[in-house]
């Protein structure tokens, strides 16, 4: 049986049919319906960003599911079951010797049981309140759960930075090649990925306070998305090739997510 995470992984072409089909319209419509033109790039904009913020969060329970259905909790790495314990034992904001004693006896009672992860604890909902708009902030909190900080240094100069080189043949290429190498390493439990395959290296603990790309991208879609969806801005200023663009950057960073969440669930 295939793992959740190669299922979620091998929709992300089907779950893009619907923004290609608005963007090829558009194209058609460019020169001879601006009306028409308009709305089909405004409303590609709004998918685009729709469909980063529900594949945040299938990719969270992908990962659960699989955990719970091919491994132990007692196996697991000790951030996801921090993240699970800290749920039940006191509010984010507590702190403190006993607040960790707590986490750290009931982590210890678990592993003696059968226990199975619960999704909620992993996303933004829960802890954080119910803003879900994937906003650098929140992808970083979600991913945080997971014991990855500051996701976007992760990816930071590595090999999925070619998306922002303008090189649409390069980053169609890359594309495809993460799509095989995730499908290949995930058909299976466990995942056989490996992050520096493409680049991609954990961050030392020192924090870097200059923004990447990534996240100079993020902010700005998530800007037009805001702008579009709340009536403040009733123009439209994008072309077919931003759409394009925007789209390929969204789907590259759901390959980096994936990759370094799968790995992150593997790893101590």
Same mark, same amino acid.
């Given at each position: 049986?295939?793992?959740?995470?190669?299922?979620?992984?091998?929709? #992300?072409?089907?779950?893009?049919?619907?923004?290609?089909?608005?963007?090829?319209?558009?194209?058609?419509?460019?020169?001879?319906?601006?009306?028409?033109?308009?709305?089909?790039?405004?409303?590609?904009?709004?998918?685009?960003?729709?469909?980063? @913020?529900?594949?945040?969060?299938?990719?969270?329970?992908?990962?659960?599911?699989?955990?719970?259905?091919?491994?132990?909790?007692?196996?697991?790495?000790?951030? !996801?079951?921090?993240?699970?314990?800290?749920?039940?034992?006191?509010?984010?904001?507590?702190?403190?010797?006993?607040?960790?004693?707590?986490?750290?006896?009931?982590?210890?009672?678990?592993?003696?049981?059968?226990?199975?992860?619960?999704?909620?604890?992993?996303?933004?909902?829960?802890?954080?309140?119910?803003?879900?708009?994937?906003?650098?902030?929140? #992808?970083?909190?979600?991913?945080?759960?997971?014991?990855?900080?500051?996701?976007?240094?992760?990816?930071?100069?590595?090999? !999925?930075?070619?998306?922002?080189?303008?090189?649409?043949?390069?980053?169609?290429?890359?594309?495809?090649?993460?799509?095989?190498? #995730?499908?290949?390493?995930?058909?299976?439990?466990?995942?056989?990925?490996? #992050?520096?395959?493409?680049?991609?290296?954990?961050?030392?603990?020192?924090?870097? @306070?200059?923004?990447?790309?990534?996240?100079?991208?993020?902010?700005?879609?998530?800007?037009?998305?805001?702008?579009?969806?709340?009536?403040?801005?009733?123009?439209?200023?994008?072309?077919?090739?931003?759409?394009? @663009?925007?789209?390929?950057?969204?789907?590259?960073?759901?390959?980096?997510?994936?990759?370094?969440?799968?790995?992150?669930?593997?790893?101590?």
């Amino acid at each position: 049986m295939t793992t959740f995470v190669y299922d979620l992984v091998n929709s #992300i072409d089907d779950r893009w049919h619907e923004v290609r089909i608005l963007v090829e319209r558009a194209a058609e419509e460019q020169h001879t319906n601006s009306d028409l033109y308009d709305a089909l790039c405004r409303a590609s904009v709004l998918l685009i960003v729709a469909h980063l @913020e529900g594949f945040i969060k299938e990719s969270a329970k992908a990962i659960i599911y699989d955990l719970n259905k091919f491994s132990r909790f007692r196996d697991s790495p000790s951030a !996801l079951k921090r993240t699970f314990c800290r749920s039940f034992v006191g509010a984010v904001q507590e702190e403190g010797k006993d607040l960790e004693a707590r986490i750290k006896k009931l982590i210890q009672t678990l592993e003696g049981l059968e226990t199975q992860f619960l999704v909620e604890p992993f996303l933004i909902e829960t802890s954080y309140g119910n803003n879900k708009t994937p906003s650098p902030h929140v #992808i970083n909190r979600i991913c945080s759960n997971f014991g990855v900080r500051n996701i976007f240094s992760w990816l930071n100069n590595s090999s !999925l930075d070619i998306v922002f080189s303008g090189v649409s043949s390069e980053v169609e290429l890359l594309l495809s090649k993460l799509r095989s190498y #995730i499908l290949s390493k995930t058909v299976d439990y466990p995942y056989g990925i490996n #992050i520096s395959d493409f680049g991609i290296i954990r961050p030392d603990s020192k924090h870097n @306070e200059n923004r990447s790309f990534w996240e100079t991208f993020l902010d700005q879609l998530v800007r037009y998305r805001n702008d579009i969806a709340h009536g403040s801005s009733l123009n439209n200023s994008f072309s077919v090739e931003d759409l394009i @663009e925007f789209q390929n950057k969204v789907i590259m960073l759901k390959y980096g997510l994936i990759l370094i969440l799968c790995y992150q669930s593997m790893n101590d």
